[in-house]
């Protein structure tokens, strides 16, 4: 019983590793058996926070509904980084937590309670790490030619210090029975769910800050310039995909692929994608789809990979998208910049195997390469230009027959500064004599806004001009705009020089009566109707606020810019108080406050100051009708009995 009991009390902790959404049972490749899966007699410990998670399986105690891993392998061919996502959804997401809760039972305070807290999820983070690192990753390496099982496989290992781990909504804080944790130990702030609820989450495992890696092998004696395989286990892996990315190396390729199901090939599944990057790496997707009803049937995948010459190779060829011999093509500032982004190098050539761009310049110290995305990226020394001839290159070695000459250098620099008075940022361009005339529009902008465009024309003088704020809330304000010029590929920035919008305060206007009154009274004389307009000048949402003899209330009518509140006096008359002094504030979403002061007059003293009953019948010296005895009674009456209720509320 007691080996039991420490076996369920690891698997109640291996579930803490949900972080990880590592799908992966272990090869033993130890024991040279990859193509036997065993789910192994392991001791656990746990003393003093110490935790041993080797040899055990994720897939025989996790569900998850969909998994994404990339493993990018760094350049020294022992070390590399990997991340891997998951989604649970629905149900799934219910056992996790139960799961979850059940890993602190007797070990912290609050485990075990069918409630899943926040304090318990900080707990499992801390713990993750340790755990992952203990844990086979089901990925092998060798060098040779077609390897398969009985082989003594470079296997892969995690690295504790470079593993973070985050979630999404494990613990929702908008849970509707979100609750205050109820130990006695609990941290300020702690609270609680149900492990029942079945709210989506996503769990996350990546690269420590200030690390260089998070997993590493043993070294493969040729870096990849000859025969290598990759082996992986994806036995229980229900539905997931594997991204390898691995380092440069000329002439790389994907040669054979074989999925064994127990030691027999399956032909029927799709093979894998292999993608050559402008950055010279090669990426290869896997899309692995095993449903549960093949289990326990051990799915073994092999990738062989070679730098053998391939023959009747292409070599790559400009296209006519790409810029003419002689282009001009501008930088933003100095220093390292995208030139050009991926999206537009993707249609400068063609080759049926990749291709990069290699680039020499005339100018000492700068430099290009271009980014797994495609992006062409220049690396300058300060405002000056330089030119640079550069040819297509293939990942087999094979260059483009024509070259093409490009000049590269820094268009103009800028400042700017707010002038609140005119609403407008001025804008200053000093232009560096890289083109001889140009073509500028700009506009004041935010993520979600922006402001009406200028064009300008810039010569090889600097100019300055005003673009407007108008359209703009309060908050930080760029400049966006384009440049177009002769034999120069337009060129797009946004700059931000630290500018920001000041907010204007809200503008409340009171809409009197035919009679110029400030308020309409109705027939009980416990309460009065105000009226008006409300403007924020930013065109923010504003929040109306009224205060009267001590009181406040915010029970307006609001629609569009109109404002319409009732308003009583009772706690007015119990004070005594009988002329109504009403301020009404405005604070839009910046916190900008506009204030409105209203005097509305008692209605039944001898001068009534203009404002009106809703009868209409003022009295001949301009008073109003004296009440009898027994009308002021029962108004006094009414005014205490509504003063006591809103008391009770």
Not at 40 to 61: I, K, W, Y
Not at 402 to 431: D, H, K, Y
Not at 601 to 611: F, I, K, Q, R, W
């Amino acid at each position: 019983m007691a080996d039991v009991h420490a076996r369920l009390k690891i698997s109640s902790l291996l579930l803490s590793v949900i972080m990880l959404m590592m799908t992966f049972s272990p090869m033993q490749l130890q024991e040279n058996r990859f193509e036997e899966h065993i789910v192994p007699n392991v001791e656990a410990r746990q003393d003093a926070g110490e935790v041993n998670c080797s040899g055990l399986t994720f897939e025989d105690l996790f569900e998850y509904d969909f998994a994404h891993f990339e493993l990018e392998i760094l350049d020294d061919w022992a070390t590399s980084n990997y991340y891997a996502n998951s989604w649970v959804n629905g149900s799934n997401g219910a056992v996790v937590r139960d799961n979850l809760d059940g890993l602190f039972d007797g070990l912290a305070p609050g485990g075990g309670n069918d409630w899943l807290s926040s304090d318990e999820r900080d707990a499992v983070k801390a713990i993750g790490p340790d755990c992952i690192a203990d844990m086979d990753t089901r990925i092998g390496l060798k060098e040779g030619w077609s390897h398969r099982s009985g082989v003594d496989w470079n296997n892969w290992s995690f690295v504790q210090e470079g593993i973070a781990l985050d979630e999404v909504n494990l613990v929702p804080s908008d849970h509707e029975e979100k609750r205050t944790c109820q130990n006695l130990l609990a941290s300020n702030g702690c609270y609680e769910i149900p492990v029942s609820a079945t709210d989506d989450l996503e769990i996350s495992m990546f690269l420590a800050d200030g690390e260089a890696y998070n997993t590493q092998f043993n070294q493969l004696p040729n870096k990849g310039v000859s025969n290598f395989t990759l082996a992986l286990n994806v036995t229980n892996v229900t539905d997931a995909m594997f991204v390898f990315t691995f380092p440069q190396t000329q002439g790389l390729r994907m040669l054979e692929y074989a999925t064994l199901d127990d030691g027999i090939q399956n032909d029927a599944l799709e093979i894998p994608i292999v993608e050559n990057l402008p950055n010279g790496r090669m990426r290869v997707s896997i899309d692995v789809e095993y449903p549960a009803s093949n289990y326990p049937a051990i799915r073994e995948i092999y990738i062989d990979f070679t730098t053998q010459q391939v023959e009747d190779n292409d070599i790559p060829i400009w296209s006519s998208s790409a810029p003419d011999d002689g282009m001009i093509i501008p930088l933003s500032d100095d220093g390292t910049v995208i030139a050009v982004d991926g999206e537009n190098t993707e249609n400068w050539a063609t080759d049926n195997h990749g291709w990069t761009l290699d680039c020499d310049f005339v100018e000492d110290g700068w430099s290009s390469q271009m980014d797994e995305d495609g992006a062409f990226i220049i690396t300058s020394v300060g405002t000056g230009t330089s030119q640079a001839t550069c040819n297509l290159i293939d990942p087999y070695g094979e260059s483009s027959e024509l070259s093409r000459t490009w000049t590269f250098g820094q268009l103009f620099t800028s400042s700017a500064v707010m002038n609140e008075q005119s609403e407008e940022v001025e804008f200053t361009i000093t232009p560096t004599g890289l083109v001889g005339e140009m073509t500028i529009v700009a506009h004041a902008h935010q993520s979600d806004n922006m402001a009406d465009a200028k064009t300008i024309t810039v010569a090889t003088s600097e100019i300055t001009t005003g673009l407007s704020l108008k359209k703009l809330r309060p908050g930080m304000v760029m400049i966006m705009g384009a440049a177009d010029a002769t034999n120069m590929m337009p060129y797009s920035f946004i700059l931000n020089f630290g500018l920001e919008k000041s907010s204007s305060p809200p503008v409340i206007e009171l809409v009197t009566g035919i009679s110029q009154e400030n308020a309409t009274w109705d027939d009980s004389g416990l309460k009065f109707t105000l009226k008006g307009i409300v403007i924020d000048p930013d065109g923010e949402e504003v929040t109306l606020l009224l205060s009267l003899c001590g009181g406040s209330t915010t029970d307006f009518t609001q629609v569009g810019t109109n404002w319409e509140i009732d308003v009583s006096i009772a706690s007015c008359m119990q004070q005594g108080i009988t002329e109504y002094d009403v301020i009404i504030s405005a604070t839009d979403e910046s916190g900008v406050i506009g204030t409105l002061s209203v005097f509305v007059p008692d209605p039944y003293a001898e001068d009534n100051g203009g404002a009106i009953i809703d009868d209409g019948k003022p009295s001949e010296e301009g008073g109003l009708p004296s009440l009898s005895m027994l009308s002021t009674l029962i108004i006094t009456l009414l005014a205490m009995a509504f003063w006591q209720r809103k008391q009770y509320l």
